[in-house]
């Protein structure tokens, strides 16, 4: 076979190759891109105002009778037949303000504990300890959860709700390693 022929074989394969990968790409025209929306996941749960329906009950009467006030007042909810024929009596009260509680304390959410075992800019440094707490058998975490060079980058072993059991661990802490650590409040907004 002579070369002339073989050039004109090898460059007809070339041309139909480049015909097939990119000639498809031409006649479609605009190609549609799906976007796939989706919401942010925030950092802890948001607490939602719980107020009281307002016909939860029936309006408060009251009679003023030598200096006192008397109130009647009956759910409307808990009505049956049977609780209608007895006759509610008087309940004699004084004036009371009620002043609303902080909404932490009223839902019954506990304060965590945590021990702060050292602060760092060395970021070497910071995955080191961890590892090492880790190996020990401590549940160890640092703050930022990436330790980044140049900044801060704290180191704790917990959390725990309960202060006695961080104190226990504070001691195992301090005979493994000889870190004493700090208790800390938790904040899960930290990592």
């Known amino acids: 076979m002579s070369d002339q022929l073989k ?3 090898v460059g007809t394969l070339v041309l139909t190759a480049l015909a097939v990968i990119f000639l498809p ?14 919401a942010t996941i925030p ?14 009950f029936e309006e408060i009467t009251l009679e003023p009778e030598g200096g006192q006030a008397e109130s009647v007042a009956e759910p409307v ?5 049977a609780d ?16 609303p509680k902080p ?14 075992v050292g602060s760092f800019r060395n970021a070497k440094n910071v995955t080191k300890l961890v590892n090492e707490l880790r190996e020990k058998g401590f549940r ?16 704790f072993v ?19 390693t000889d870190l004493k650590g700090a208790l800390v409040p938790y904040k899960a907004t930290d990592i």
């Open 103 to 116: 909404a932490a304390k009223s839902s019954g959410v506990k304060t965590g504990w945590t021990l702060q």
């Open 140 to 155: 160890a975490y640092s703050v930022p959860s990436r330790p980044v060079e140049g900044k801060i980058n704290r180191v």
């Open 25 to 38: 790409n031409l006649l479609d025209g605009e190609k549609r891109r799906l976007e796939e929306n989706f």
């Open 158 to 176: 917990g959390p725990d709700v309960s202060k006695s059991k961080l104190e226990k661990e504070q001691l195992r802490l301090a005979k493994a």
């Open 7 to 9: 050039n004109r074989i």
């Open 77 to 81: 909810a808990s009505a049956s037949p």
């Open 43 to 56: 950092l802890g749960p948001v607490a939602l105002p719980q107020g009281v329906p307002e016909r939860a």
């Open 84 to 99: 209608t024929t007895k006759k509610a009596e008087p309940v004699q009260t004084a004036s009371v303000k009620s002043e």
